[in-house]
């Protein structure tokens, strides 16, 4: 393991390699040290998830912590219940989300079903490395397993959309579950609104995906096929932990993530008659312009979901998410929510039309993504020596660097994990996006070697 084990989303590793039962048990009894004496675990359906639970259960007993197993369901699931209690102290989930089925990942739950701070994290992996004293035999925990969970959830989705309005528009869907979370709520939860769903990768089975469980358009070929030969007025997919959504129109096309939270921005903002919407510094300018355009207000913060939650949560937004299909209401929780994002887009269009419609109404953008190396070392200085080349450019340090032009913006973000830097630019025009990019690549690498 790196310098920090917690990385954007919780410990994430190779399991039986670094992600293994000693760090699962070492995990459990700082878990229970920080987050306090009643905990709620669930895992993904991969190959090595139950043995790890299984030594994290045991680690976090060990320090006299009662455990609340909730089986295999999403990530918001596990979240949902521990709030919707208010009598647990936090709650662990075991995925790596998107990563490769080789991968495994713990990610901490904080007592209010948000995730856990950055603070608390730090707090947790400090207790991990000094390690925690067991308790004595008679203070060992229990460990109870409910079966409710993912029904519990599924019911609050259906309170929080207009359920008769979309069971009355007979839509007919097809859900890729990704061999992962999915399968334990969302194809009831269309059978429950009264959707025609053509299933795919339905098997909780990860051993041997049909499909790699980050939601691209690369990896989503079949589903993009499939509601082109059913004639299925949505495609719908999940990541591994189903607390991320995309969406497909009927016509077989991948809707980007940041033109899924215009949309659904727009809708939300719309219904609501005004309201703030949250997005990272990293998200396109759609957002803001089609939001803007029914009286909303855009708010951006760094990048990471729950940075975006908690702003929303501090500036009584509507709505808020990330482009790569991270969707999160305020209405229902603060944090991502798949089957809630996929529960709000059939209201959506039911109630404002087709997608393919509504992507057709929206400005358009280009965005170019590149990515350049950068040692530690240097990442800090490198966007000052930038910053002081643009003079005249508008500049936001939300994260990293971000220089606002008339016509678009380029942002310079380094990575955590990795010696990196991402360079973002984007641009009404496609062709300004490109040069820009290109330029701003040039600039960062000879601004790196004038600084070597
Ligand atoms: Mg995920």
């Not at 004496?37 to 994290?56: E, F, H, N, Y």
């Not at 707090?123 to 067991?134: F, H, K, L, N, S």
């Not at 641009?427 to 701003?440: H, P, V, Y």
Request: hydrophobic share 40%.
């Amino acid at each position: 393991m790196g310098s920090r084990m917690f990385g954007t989303n919780g410990v994430r590793g190779v399991a039986n390699e670094d992600m293994c039962c000693e760090l699962a048990l070492g995990m459990g009894r700082a878990v229970g040290a920080i987050l306090g004496r009643r905990i709620a675990v669930a895992s993904d359906p991969r190959t090595s998830s139950q043995m790890l639970k299984g030594a994290l259960c045991a680690g976090l007993m060990s320090v006299g912590v009662d455990v609340v197993d909730l089986g295999m369901i999403p990530t918001p699931a596990l979240q949902h219940y521990i709030r919707v209690r208010g009598d647990l102290d936090g709650g662990v989930m075991i995925t790596a989300s998107h990563n490769p089925p080789e991968f495994n990942g713990i990610k901490c739950v904080a007592g209010d079903g948000t995730e856990c701070t950055k603070e608390q994290e730090d707090a947790i992996e400090a207790a991990y490395r000094t390690g925690v004293p067991t308790v004595g035999w008679h203070g060992i925990g229990t460990l109870t397993t409910e079966d409710g969970a993912a029904d519990e959830y599924i019911e609050s989705v259906i309170a929080g959309v207009d359920a008769d309005a979309i069971r009355s528009a007979n839509l007919k869907v097809v859900l890729d579950c990704a061999n992962g979370c999915a399968c334990a709520t969302s194809p009831a939860l269309l059978e429950r609104l009264g959707v025609s769903a053509v299933v795919i990768n339905g098997e909780p089975d990860m051993r041997d995906p049909a499909h790699l469980s980050e939601p691209t358009e690369d990896n989503l070929g079949e589903l993009l096929e499939e509601v082109r030969n059913t004639g299925a007025d949505l495609g719908i997919a999940h990541d591994g932990d189903a607390d991320r959504c995309v969406f497909v129109t009927s016509d077989g096309r991948y809707v980007p993530g940041d033109l899924a939270l215009a949309i659904l921005g727009r809708y939300l903002v719309s219904r609501n008659g005004g309201g703030k919407v949250v997005i990272t510094v990293a998200t396109s300018m759609v957002v803001e312009d089609t939001v803007g355009a029914v009286g909303g207000e855009t708010v951006y913060t760094a990048v990471g979901s729950p940075i975006v939650a908690r702003e929303m949560a501090a500036d009584g937004a509507v709505f808020g998410g990330e482009e790569n299909g991270g969707l999160i209401f305020a209405s229902h929780q603060f944090c991502r929510d798949g089957a809630m994002g996929l529960a709000s887009m059939l209201e959506c269009v039911v109630r404002a039309g087709p997608l393919s419609e509504q992507l057709s109404e929206l400005p358009s953008y280009t965005t170019v993504k590149k990515a350049v190396k950068c040692p530690e070392e240097f990442k800090d200085r490198i966007t000052e020596e930038i910053a002081s080349n643009h003079p005249d450019a508008k500049v936001d340090r939300t994260d990293g660097l971000k220089l606002l032009f008339d016509d678009g913006w380029v942002l310079l973000r380094p990575s955590g994990t990795e010696p990196k830097y991402r360079i973002y630019s984007e641009s009404r025009d496609a062709n300004a996006a490109e040069k820009r990019s290109s330029e701003f690549v040039d600039e960062f690498e000879k601004t790196l070697g004038k600084l070597r």
